[in-house]
């Protein structure tokens, strides 16, 4: 009896010692996991960081040179870069970017930097503005008026200064006081965006114009049966590091023409 009772004790004992163990490989186990899970995040936020700084090394690259880098290093990290031309037939101005109000965007109707080759296959544009960000009753993110100034001729050192200013917000009074053109409101959609308002702008032989936003600032784009002139470089750039790549995608447009050379402070459309 006593035997049995001893075998009966032993067996709890090492039935008990056998669950310890069970339980402290799994405990073990789980740690060990969770420091691997830890070590692969903390080292794929690093890599992850670091292809960051290599994609933007290689926009300050080609900006310097202006010329596209196939291959090229930072810090241990590479990167890849392409430049591609603006002289799409419709696109977003300021590469999709809002456009500041009152500051607003250049859109080239001839060839930079000389005015060659005015465009006369395109005989008019549409501009569209207003998305889904913007409201007319909005003090935050108001729909804005669109300011539009044309220079056209055929001599460029003569040019004619054409203006035209709409404005869809009635609601608010704006309308009433600033007196400017109705546009058509309608949804339309322009590389991905869609727009609820658009006016078409007729043009001979158009050598610059600029889209100025009003009471806000906005994103705009622009159309025409014809591509338009190149408004600038598209350089994007892809950089690796591990596992993780990153990329970074800048607008390069052509230098702003001076604000003198298009006067501003208009209240009340003006087509001469």
Request: proline share 6%; with cysteine.
């Amino acid at each position: 009896m006593f035997l049995n009772y001893f075998k009966k004790q032993t067996g709890q004992v090492l039935l008990a010692v056998v669950l310890v163990m069970v339980v402290s490989l799994t405990l073990g186990l789980s740690i060990a996991s969770k420091s691997i899970t830890s070590f692969k995040t903390s080292t794929e936020e690093a890599d992850s960081q670091k292809a960051l700084h290599a994609a933007e090394a290689g926009i300050e690259q080609v900006i310097k040179s202006q010329t596209a880098i196939p291959t090229g290093s930072f810090e241990n990290t590479t990167y890849s870069t392409t430049i591609s031309d603006t002289n799409l037939s419709s696109m977003l101005l300021n590469g999709g970017n809002q456009v500041a109000k009152d500051e607003g965007i250049d859109l080239w109707l001839s060839n930079y930097p000389d005015y060659s080759q005015p465009q006369n296959p395109i005989t008019s544009f549409k501009v569209y503005w207003g998305t889904s960000g913007n409201s007319c009753d909005s003090s935050s993110a108001p729909t804005p008026a669109i300011e539009i100034a044309v220079v056209s001729g055929v001599d460029k050192n003569n040019p004619v200064l054409t203006k035209y200013a709409y404005d869809p917000c009635d609601s608010t009074g704006r309308r009433g006081t600033n007196m400017f053109w109705v546009p058509t409101n309608s949804v339309e959609n322009v590389s991905g965006v869609s727009f609820r308002h658009n006016v078409s702008i007729a043009v001979s032989n158009g050598l610059i114009a600029r889209i100025i936003p009003l009471y806000g600032s906005g994103i705009i784009a622009v159309s025409s049966a014809t591509s338009f002139p190149s408004q600038g470089k598209v350089i994007t750039s892809t950089g690796v590091a591990g596992s993780s790549q990153r990329k970074v995608t800048v607008f390069q447009g052509h230098p702003a023409i001076p604000g003198e050379f298009f006067p501003y402070n208009i209240f009340s459309p003006k087509n001469e």
